[in-house]
């Protein structure tokens, strides 16, 4: 990437190039940090590569400042208060991380009188004598992190993970009624923040406001490739995770919400249709005029039987949707379809995949990764439909070289649209949701020409380099599946295009908190986004991408992994437990939802979630009430809450847990994630009978001790415990009591 460099940053390199006081210098792995004023803005700088710098612009004033002084200085770090006529400004620089080359710096200001704030300018420039050339590998899209990583190209080597903490800027979106969205960016050298203009609503006399909280992670090495990409992203982002300020996780109760999810997707008219004397499961509530989906009856189907196989219990909607399956078979294609056959007269052709025989390329392969899990579970009739399509499924595939687009006719395979935008190709990471479903049909018949596929598919992956992300939901699929490549065949690469994967997950995450207009409502913190440009979450990505966490986990087991991957992962679960609950209309106000949706109705009353979360300015809902998210609580509810051979407890942990193991009175399982991080763990109880005498057995010595102090368990206990160790809890009395 070129130099691209505004008179604003032309003027400040000169002045910082020709500068040499310094109000502080400290020295930090390995770099030199100065904080200089010069004269509009103070700067922290340090060294790059040899006589290249990178200077980060913390306090901003057009006309300067009027009088400046280090208030507090330690080996940790300096604050700097710098006097104005518009008021006050605090600046702490710290050095959080002994040893390691992390910044960071937190502006803060208390307004002398209401005023705006038209422009500021970016806080990040780089340069040099040989005018540095670099290369922005992540940057923040819409309401998503606030973060740049990028890296020098020449001269020398460097790497830089920026992030923002948009949580504190909370105070100036509230007051401006503006967003973060978008506000952290820039071209090559001129980059980082710029705050969201003011041109209505002013910043408040006598209100202190942060106007910037930004950490910065430094590295003298440039990536070699797309994964060293991946690889060092998810490390720098741990590192800075592991400082953030993040938001506390109230315990959920989806034992409570289930019943409820469960009845109105069962009795309530709106989520069904009738075609042919079978029932179907609208998309969306209340939508009739859209013909049944495949993807949509098993989306569904999936986690309820997850449940069913949890609880012991049935659902009358499980008998349903499995006497409607056979209908979505095509005879002459040779392949499941996504709308119904029988009812493809009802498309309006008002969107591209509206058509009789268009198909969305990831469209093809979710439905099948399904049959493959019904047939897993022993289903006749979900085999047949996936070995009679699998085929199909192959022919398109070479007939695109790996390589789908978004759209084609599923009789012509003509394409119908190629790319996602102008230059950023197909639907990347359907090569990797074909590779599962490629290892899910070997794993049914053991015919290997389906694992040498799913090797095909992963190498031609390698292609497209670091942004492989296209749907949330298919690119954690994809991850699973490269892990279980690596597995069985121990290549380097496919471990690698796990990485791949997660990384494009992780920089589609929002890692703050909406705390201005109705996100005040709900939490926001580790959100994740279905697509790359997608402007809102939503759920049936969500719950999907959260559910595949727990699976790559299980694949993983065993297999060494960056310890970053398990941090993310567990962090990102644990979040999502207490985010996801706020999809439900009823646990929303009303008037944070819209009145007049895409598609079919909005029910607030109904437990049915919304498709669509938006930032917290814009109400949410505008797109439907998802049906097809409806597997929400079914998703979570097995995999968070251990049943035991002891029918009046349950436990329940919100990080991820693998190797649940029952032997005698006792039972055993691993808290994954990291030392460094806690979860919670729970006893809850169940029916009337009092709980028997129970003993917790746990590494974390820390934990244990805190364990002990608690008094004996009788109606439950709460924990909170450290991640990545085992823990066995072991009763008196004999087990099903």
């Known amino acids: 990437m070129s130099t691209i460099t505004s008179l604003w940053a032309l003027a400040a390199i000169k002045k910082l190039t020709d500068a040499s006081d310094s109000l502080h210098q400290q020295t930090q792995g390995g770099y030199n940090f100065e904080i200089k004023l010069i004269d509009d803005s103070l700067w922290v700088l340090t060294g790059f590569y040899e006589r290249n710098k990178i200077a980060f612009r913390t306090a901003y004033l057009p006309h300067g400042f009027d009088d400046v002084k280090i208030t507090a200085k330690d080996e940790t770090g300096v604050s700097v208060k710098l006097i104005a006529a518009i008021g006050e400004f605090v600046v702490d620089i710290k050095w959080p991380q002994p040893d390691e080359a992390i910044l960071r710096y937190t502006v803060s200001l208390k307004a002398k009188a209401d005023f705006f704030v038209p422009y500021s300018p970016r806080d990040i420039l780089i340069f040099g004598n040989a005018e540095p050339e670099g290369e922005i590998h992540i940057s923040q899209t819409g309401t998503r992190s606030g973060l740049l990583y990028g890296s020098l190209k020449k001269p020398g080597s460097g790497t830089f993970l920026y992030f923002q903490n948009l949580t504190a800027l909370a105070d100036y979106n509230t007051d401006t009624e503006s967003s973060v969205g978008g506000i952290v960016g820039g071209l090559w050298p001129e980059l980082g923040l710029s705050l969201p203009p003011t041109s209505d609503k002013p910043l408040q006399k006598g209100k202190t406001y942060i106007l ?20 060092g992203f998810l490390e720098t982002l741990a590192k800075v995770y592991l400082l953030l300020p993040r938001p506390e996780t109230p315990y959920q109760d989806y034992l409570d919400v289930l019943p409820k999810a469960l009845h109105d997707i ?7 249709s009738y075609h042919s004397g079978r029932a179907y499961l609208n998309a969306y509530l209340c939508d009739y005029y859209t013909p049944p989906e495949i993807m949509v009856q098993l989306a569904v189907l999936l986690p309820v039987q997850d449940y069913m196989r949890w609880s012991g219990e049935t659902c009358a909607l499980e008998k349903e949707i499995l006497d409607g399956l056979s209908a979505f078979y095509d005879e002459k294609i040779g392949t499941v379809m996504r709308w119904l056959p029988s009812a493809e007269d009802m498309l309006d052709k008002s969107e591209e995949q509206k058509i009789p025989k268009v198909m969305d390329a990831w469209y093809l392969h979710h439905p099948l990764l399904n049959l493959a899990r019904l047939a897993e579970g022993g289903n006749k009739l979900a085999k047949e439909l996936l070995l009679n399509s699998v085929d199909y499924a192959i022919k398109v595939a070479h007939h695109f070289n790996y390589c789908w687009p978004v759209f084609y006719n599923m009789e012509t395979l003509e394409v119908i649209k190629a790319e996602t935008k102008e230059g950023a190709g197909g639907e990347k990471d359907v090569a990797g949701l074909y590779a599962h479903v490629m290892l899910q049909v070997w794993e049914l018949t053991k015919d290997k020409k389906f694992f040498r596929e799913a090797e095909k598919a992963a190498q031609s992956m390698q292609q497209h380099g670091f942004n492989v992300f296209y749907q949330a939901n298919n690119t954690m699929f994809s991850a699973k599946a490269m892990i279980l490549l690596y597995k069985e065949t121990k290549k380097e690469l496919y471990r690698n295009l796990s990485y791949l994967f997660l990384a494009n997950i992780f920089k589609n995450v929002a890692l703050w908190e909406c705390e201005y207009g109705f996100g005040k409502n709900f939490p926001t913190f580790f959100q994740l986004f279905p697509l790359d440009d997608a ?25 060494e992994l960056l310890p970053s991957v398990r941090l993310l992962l567990a962090e990102f679960v644990k979040h999502s437990i207490n985010r996801m609950m706020y999809y439900y209309p009823p646990m929303l106000p009303e008037d944070m939802m819209v009145k007049d949706v895409k598609t079919g109705e909005l029910d607030p009353k109904l437990w049915v979630a919304l498709e669509d979360i ?36 349950i436990i329940f ?3 991820p847990v693998i190797n649940q193991t029952t032997k005698g009175n006792s039972f055993s399982f691993d808290v994954e994630g990291d030392s460094r991080l806690t979860c919670r763990m729970k006893i809850l109880k169940q029916g009337n009978k009092r709980l028997p005498a129970l003993k917790i057995n746990i590494e974390n010595d820390i934990d244990q001790l805190e364990i002990n102090k608690l008094k004996a368990v009788k109606d439950g206990a709460e924990y909170i415990i450290h991640g990545g160790q085992k823990i066995s809890v072991s009763w008196n009395g004999p087990a099903n009591n």
Not at 212 to 231: E, N
Request: net charge negative.
């Open 266 to 272: 069962e009795t309530n008219k709106g989520c069904w």
């Open 212 to 231: 910037s909280d930004a950490f910065v992670v430094l590295d003298d090495k440039s990536p070699a490739d797309q994964f060293d990409i991946a690889k």
């Open 614 to 649: 938006h930032d917290g300015w814009e109400q949410s809902g505008s797109v439907g009430q998802e049906v097809y998210g409806a597997g929400l609580c079914f998703g979570i509810v097995p995999r968070q809450y251990m049943r035991v051979p002891v029918k009046n407890f």
């Open 535 to 559: 402007p809102y979450t939503a759920v049936y990505e969500e719950q999907e991408s959260f559910s595949g966490v727990h699976e790559f986990l299980n694949y993983a087991n065993g297999v």
């Open 653 to 655: 942990v919100d990080y």
